[in-house]
């Protein structure tokens, strides 16, 4: 493998708005054009896809030439068709129906960084090879590694894996590498955050060095250039726009509103919007599961999802979210990474995450394939300066609104009268705001008294302790409240 990488380093990428480069202009062509075979476009079309995705017109005919590739595209651009259909097709002359283990090695290595990835980049390499002889599988950590045994030796094409679990394969000699002829390395960016890096270099280590490599990633940072350099042969480089930070069809507001008053202001939103599917990104799995459980109190159809829950129960939040049984899904970002949910209509940032990158990540859940979305952040006076980050990230400012929590007693505390003053419905009449379902007039009682929940009297892990005891105090302080949602103004 060379160490070069010209057509990368020559180019001045930006590690954050790549709309610059975005492909408007280009033909697209369609799938009969790009030369792939029969039986992948026979799946393509029972799938119901006409026309290729940008990153697929652009990343199938690369691919297919057998070239390295490093492509900034993230979830929901049909990043995974993009490389999974130039694989397949490139392992079809190989394909065998015989029975035989020996004639089904591992030719192709996809490598993701979450469970979750995992599972939904095989299953839809599935959907592409099923009318193929080339098998796939999955493998993660979480599970019993021997019921994942039996499966590998039996013998299978193109092996989706966490790099952890591929590690422990290879150890338990459970799984050969050495026939390996392309690899995928998928939101490589994500790996790396993860600390990734020492396990992909071990494989790396393991496999043929005459193979194809692509690289996919969200984000273009120096570390990723590094890897790109260390791993890639003179990759071509394909970017599409990160629409989901600029998209048109996702309306992105943004509240400013108490931290103590989120949890009434999310409970108003489901209820009055009549949400059906939304997912509340949460910075911690304690307040995941903690507003989880509110929600439910609330009679809102919740879950949570969150690196301390077990596989099964990650896989059951999530099916059962999909099935539409679950409204809210509130998730942590590493567990929402990679979740594919076909027209998300909205999501809703309860807590602002640090890293700017992962408002993208999140909000990149909803508008996809050209439906509209709506991304609603919650922001309390200490998270502005995580949200100036992510108007420098997006090169875009959003409005501001002010989200009046009336404390429904007689008396106002002076902030809150504060408050309402400035922000009086802007008419007596019903102000109601299409994006969100919100009416100007709102005014509910919530449950004057929380229920108190055992859940919180359990010892939690050390270093939450003090958000545990955060929440007691809060919960404590909480007076009945009534949402007047026609407070809203623009800064
Ligand atoms: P991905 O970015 O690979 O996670 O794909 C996002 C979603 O788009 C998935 O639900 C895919 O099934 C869907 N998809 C991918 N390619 C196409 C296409 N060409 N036409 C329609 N839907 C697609």
Do not use: C
């Not at 599988?137 to 045994?149: A, E, M, P, S, W």
């Not at 790109?228 to 599409?240: G, M, S």
């Not at 940032?349 to 640090?354: F, G, L």
């Amino acid at each position: 493998m060379t160490k070069q990488m010209t057509d990368v380093v020559n180019i001045d990428i930006p590690s954050i708005d790549i709309q610059s480069v975005d492909i408007q202009g280009i033909d697209i062509p369609s799938f009969d054009t790009l030369g792939l075979a029969p039986e992948l476009l026979k799946a393509l079309t029972e799938s119901g896809y006409t026309t290729p995705t940008p990153i697929q017109a652009q990343a199938i005919p690369v691919a297919l030439a057998g070239g390295d590739l490093m492509a900034g595209a993230q979830t929901g651009t049909g990043k995974t068709a993009a490389f999974a259909l130039p694989l397949l097709q490139k392992l079809l002359p190989l394909a065998s129906n015989s029975a035989s283990p020996a004639k089904h090695p591992v030719r192709a290595l996809i490598l993701t960084p979450t469970r979750e990835l995992a599972i939904q980049v095989e299953e839809s390499v599935k959907v592409y090879a099923k009318h193929t002889p080339l098998r796939s599988l999955v493998v993660y950590g979480g599970v019993d590694i021997k019921t994942q045994t039996p499966h590998l030796k039996s013998g299978i094409e193109v092996l989706v894996a966490t790099p952890g679990r591929l590690l422990d394969h290879i150890e338990q000699k459970t799984l050969q590498l050495n026939q390996v002829q392309i690899l995928v390395l998928d939101e490589a960016d994500r790996m790396l955050d993860m600390g990734f890096m020492p396990d992909l270099k071990r494989i790396l280590a393991l496999l043929p060095k005459q193979r194809q490599n692509l690289m996919f990633s969200a984000t273009f940072s120096n570390e990723i250039k590094k890897l790109a350099d260390d791993f890639l042969t003179k990759p071509q480089l394909i970017e599409v726009a990160r629409s989901n930070a600029t998209n048109d069809n996702v309306t992105q507001k943004v509240y400013q509103v108490e931290q103590s008053d989120k949890e009434a202001l999310l409970t108003q939103i489901l209820k009055v919007a009549d949400a059906k599917q939304v997912i509340v990104f949460t910075k911690t799995k304690l307040t995941a599961s903690r507003l989880s459980r509110s929600l439910e109190r609330a009679g809102i159809a919740a879950d949570a999802i969150h690196g301390d829950k077990t596989q099964q129960e990650r896989i059951k939040a999530l099916d059962a979210f999909k099935a539409g049984t679950v409204t809210a899904l509130i998730a942590t970002d590493v567990a929402a990474r990679g979740l594919d949910i076909t027209d998300l209509p909205m999501v809703i940032n309860y807590e602002i995450p640090s890293a700017a990158e992962d408002y993208v990540h999140r909000i990149g859940r909803t508008g996809r394939a050209g439906a509209s979305g709506i991304a609603i952040s919650f922001v309390s006076s200490d998270e502005e300066k995580y949200f100036t980050e992510i108007e420098k990230l997006i090169k875009r400012q959003i409005p501001k609104e002010i989200v009046v929590i009336e404390k429904h007693s007689t008396r106002t505390t002076s902030a809150s009268r504060t408050k309402t003053s400035e922000s009086k419905p802007r008419s007596s009449t019903s102000h109601h705001d299409a994006s969100s379902g919100i009416h100007g007039e709102t005014k509910r009682m919530l449950p004057k008294k929380k229920p108190s929940d055992p859940w919180f009297d359990k010892p939690y892990e050390a270093t939450i302790a003090q958000e545990a005891s955060n929440i007691k105090s809060s919960q404590a302080n909480k007076k009945p409240v009534a949402v007047l949602l026609g407070g809203l103004r623009s800064k």
